[in-house]
């Protein structure tokens, strides 16, 4: 693969109650442990949440494209990743993702295929294949 584009980005401090700061400045975040894994919370953001907005973008964009490739309507749609982490039963931690992807003016067939093969073109849904549990919620709310 010849990259087109880099990302760069530097966390510095406690790794997950640190701070992190793309190369151009774009992001600039102090992050938190989530309370619900004995950290502090809050109003800082934690690496699931930017993984779950990454991929939600991604996949949104890639479903764009293959909706836009079997001239689908695409109005109004949208993906929310839902980015769980737990322990993985060896001493560590694992993820798991949920995408809820809406096309409100699509029929259900339609959306389902879009999906199908959105999630075969994905950047984010090739790198997770495989490797974490991805499920696929596809709803629609036709006219």
Not at 34 to 46: H, I, L, Q, T
Not at 82 to 105: M, R, S, T, W, Y
Request: proline residues 6%; hydrophobic residues 40%.
């Amino acid at each position: 693969m010849a990259a087109v584009y880099t990302a760069v980005a530097t966390a510095t401090g406690d790794g997950r109650g640190g701070h992190t700061q793309s190369s151009d400045g774009v992001i600039n975040l102090d992050l938190a442990v989530p309370k619900e894994m004995g950290g502090p919370g809050g109003e800082s953001a934690n690496p699931e949440m930017l993984f779950a907005a990454g991929y939600a973008a991604c996949f949104h964009g890639a479903a764009r494209l293959v909706a836009g490739k079997q001239k689908a309507d695409t109005t109004g749609s949208s993906v929310t990743a839902e980015v769980g982490i737990g322990p993985n039963g060896q001493g560590g931690f694992a993820l798991e993702v949920k995408l809820n992807v809406n096309f409100p003016a699509m029929d259900q067939a339609t959306a389902e295929s879009v999906v199908e093969t959105a999630h075969q073109v994905c950047p984010y849904s090739n790198a997770t294949r495989n490797n974490i549990p991805v499920e696929l919620v596809v709803t629609t709310n036709p006219a």
